[in-house]
Structures are given as structure tokens and as C-alpha cells.
């Protein structure tokens, strides 16, 4: 092989790899004059249903990865330069096992012959988990020698967070129903194959072989929802209290928390996101852990997303700053303001219960948020809708209606 780099003994990561195939039969498409049918305000969704995830798709570029030895400080470029929240890792094959022997290769288009291997997916939440360090050890009081932490290769931090155990696979031909099923329970993204070779395999398979891959997301999934609005109006049109799309139990961090307990805590909770709360001088409350923020005034979100245009020096310098003070600082550098990241004490995305679902849904595409902070009339916390909340409300919905 070219490359100089000793492969490391085969290693077996803690990884969930699976793939999803649709578990029926694809309809062969007929040419009929569909008559669209009114209910509660809304079309039919028959062409909707109809679609599948290769749909999802049709323009994405080819897949963002690194390299197992790309350095921490070389992933958040790359997350940054191509304004993703998550890269696959990948690794030579036959050298890493992911757990019960699963693993997702790319292989050559003509031969079959895998190239690479990917071990898992690492989001900003891994980079910043790591850049915390644990609260149990001393020496990582205030974030340790951040330098030497960016240079370690990226594969050493797969699994640093709950989300970067898993790793799925779509097959593109799966309904867009049952993409909606596994991003309605939490997932957020998963690989798609180009060309598998493993296409007559059936239901959940702990192997994928493909000449390439793209990635499709809770948000490629809400812009088409978005794109289909016409046959959603019956949804779109309701508020979303009464949807049960608002999930009333949110946690967050007061204005007086460390930057470093909120990462810590956000790991700990598997939260990549949380809502700044305004703290109270009249009850005591602990700033280094998260608090129950209902019914409290939101003045800003932390999220791990926002900080990947964070210079190392300033994030090293900032640690042991309030999360108000480091979004401040953090706004007003020109990396941040060219990387098109918003000032989330400034630019706060909120509802209320009786926004309508497509108010909550623009909002979203619009400004590239993953949740929105639903709050009364004297802008009080009452609770969140996010993208998983949005899409399992639409699926339910679908699924009632007259196919």
C-alpha cells in the first residue's frame, strides 16, 4: 500500500451497524389518473407515500469523510469547510471489526474488491466530549492541553457519545414511510448505498457493500416534506400543541454556566443542544449540572453544532467562561461570521403552542435548526418540538389518511 502509516491491529469498536431494507414488496409504478381527494383541508398523499429514499437524494454530493488518522483539529475543518454536523470515518479494510462482525465497505464498481471500510460516524459532540475531558479527573479541571488533544486521530474518539455507536445504512429504495419510521425514533442520519451489491438481501442485514455512498438526514428528509407541502396541508395546518408534537420535557443550562460543565453535562445527557436559561438569584441552583428549564426565560442555545468555527485558542481560553460571555466573544470573530453560523443568543428560534406546523417547519429549513424552543406568551418555557417530533407527528398522520 502507498501510504507509509502502520495499519493498527485489528480493532473491535463498539458499533451497531445496521441496514434497513423495506419489508414489502416495491409496487411496480401504473399509469392511473389519480383523482385527488379533499380531507380535513389536505390531498392525497398516495404520490407522497409513493416516493422513496433515493428521492431524498437525487442531487446530494458525494459522501464527506475522513480518514481514520485524520488529527480532531482536521475533522472540525472539514465539518466546518463543508457545513455538515457528522462525518463517517473511514479506515483500510480487513484492519477494524465493528461488534458481531458488521461492517460497511466501498468496493470497486467493477471488481467488487473493497477499498475502504467505514468504522463510524463522529459528530461535533465526540470532538467537544473529548475537548472536555471528564469531570472525575483532576487534571482535566480546566480542558488539559488542548494542542495535543486536536492531534489525536479521529478513531479514537468513536463512541465518546451515545450517537457515535451506531451506524446505519438505508437501502435507497425504502419507502419514504418507513424512512420516516427510524428518523421519528431518534436516528439522524444513515448511509445510503450507490450501486450495492448487496441489493437482493432482505430485511436487517449486519453487512453493506457499495461503490459509494451518500448520506441523508432528518433535514433532507424535512426540505421534502417541505418541497410536498401541498399534500401535507392537513397536517401543516394544525398547531402543534395539538398534534403532541411538543415534548414538554426540555433541560437546559443557566446564563452562569461554565462552558465546559455545559459540554460535559450535554455528553453525559447525549443532548447536542440545549436552551440558555436566565438564572435566578432567589432559589440555589447548581450551574454545573442541567437544570429542569421549564417555565424559565430562554436567552440563547448552546450548541455543539455553533462551535465549529470556534478557533482552538478561543474554545482553550474560554472553557472555564459562561456560556453567555463565550457566545458573545464567539460571534464577534470574522471565522464565525463568514462560516454563516448564527448568533444564538441574538437569533433565538421559538414557537408557541398554537403555532401552526408549517410555521414550525419553515422555521427550521429556513435557518438550519434541528430544534425549536416552544415558549408562552411571556416567552417561558414550555417545552421543544424537534426534527424527530416533527417527523413522527407527519408519519402518524400520513398513515391515517386515505392511501
Known amino acids: 500500500m502507498a501510504s507509509s502509516v502502520p495499519f493498527p491491529p485489528t480493532r ?11 419489508n414489502f414488496p416495491i409496487m411496480q409504478a401504473t399509469k392511473i389518473e389519480e383523482k385527488t381527494t379533499e380531507v380535513h383541508g389536505g390531498s392525497s ?4 407515500r409513493d416516493k422513496k429514499v433515493k428521492d431524498l437524494i437525487p442531487d446530494k454530493k458525494r459522501l464527506v469523510e475522513v480518514p481514520y488518522t485524520a488529527s480532531l483539529a482536521d475533522t472540525m475543518n472539514a465539518l466546518l469547510a463543508n457545513r455538515v454536523v457528522a462525518v463517517p470515518v473511514a479506515a483500510p479494510p480487513g484492519h477494524w471489526i465493528g461488534a458481531g462482525g458488521s461492517m460497511i465497505l466501498e468496493s470497486d464498481k467493477q471488481t467488487g474488491a473493497a477499498r475502504k471500510h467505514y468504522i463510524g460516524m463522529v459528530t461535533m459532540l465526540d470532538v467537544l466530549a473529548h475537548i472536555a475531558g471528564h469531570d472525575a479527573d483532576p487534571a482535566e479541571v480546566d480542558g488539559g492541553d488542548l494542542d495535543k488533544k486536536m492531534q489525536v486521530p479521529v478513531s479514537s474518539i468513536i463512541g465518546h457519545c451515545l450517537e457515535s455507536l451506531s451506524l446505519w445504512t438505508l437501502n435507497s429504495n425504502t419507502s419514504i414511510l418507513d424512512c420516516m419510521e427510524v428518523f421519528s425514533k431518534g436516528i439522524h442520519r444513515a448511509l445510503v448505498p450507490v450501486d450495492s451489491h448487496m441489493e437482493n438481501v432482505s430485511g436487517v442485514e449486519l453487512m453493506e457493500s457499495a461503490s459509494s455512498y451518500r448520506m441523508v438526514t432528518q433535514m433532507d428528509l424535512l426540505k421534502f416534506l417541505k418541497a410536498h407541502e401541498h399534500e401535507l396541508r392537513g397536517i401543516l395546518a394544525r398547531p402543534v400543541r395539538e398534534l403532541g408534537a411538543v415534548s414538554d420535557i426540555v433541560f437546559g443550562v443557566t446564563d452562569k454556566t461554565k462552558v465546559i460543565d455545559a459540554i460535559r453535562s450535554m455528553n453525559r445527557a447525549s443532548l447536542n443542544a440545549v436552551p440558555i436559561v ?7 441552583e447548581d ?29 482553550q481560553s474560554c472553557l472555564q ?3 453567555m460571555d463565550f457566545i458573545q466573544k464567539l460571534c464577534g470573530i470574522p471565522q464565525h461570521e463568514a ?13 408557541q403552542p398554537e403555532s401552526l406546523l408549517r410555521e414550525v417547519v ?11 424552543w416552544v415558549v408562552n406568551e411571556s416567552g417561558l418555557l414550555v417545552g421543544l418540538i424537534s426534527l424527530t417530533d416533527i417527523i413522527r407527528a407527519a408519519r402518524v398522520w400520513m398513515l391515517s389518511e386515505p392511501a
Open 12 to 22: 473491535s469498536l463498539p458499533l451497531i451497524i445496521l441496514r434497513l431494507k423495506p
Open 45 to 48: 398523499t398516495r404520490r407522497l
Open 278 to 284: 436566565e438564572s435566578n438569584d432567589d432559589i440555589e
Open 287 to 315: 450551574h454545573g449540572q442541567l437544570i429542569n428549564a421549564k417555565d424559565r426565560k430562554v436567552v440563547g442555545t448552546f450548541s455543539a453544532t455553533d462551535l465549529r468555527g470556534c478557533p482552538i485558542p478561543l474554545l
Open 321 to 323: 467562561q459562561n456560556v
Open 339 to 351: 462560516s454563516g453560523l448564527r448568533n444564538s443568543t441574538k437569533e433565538l428560534i421559538t414557537c
Open 362 to 372: 419553515d422555521k427550521v429549513v429556513k435557518n438550519h435548526v434541528h430544534r425549536v
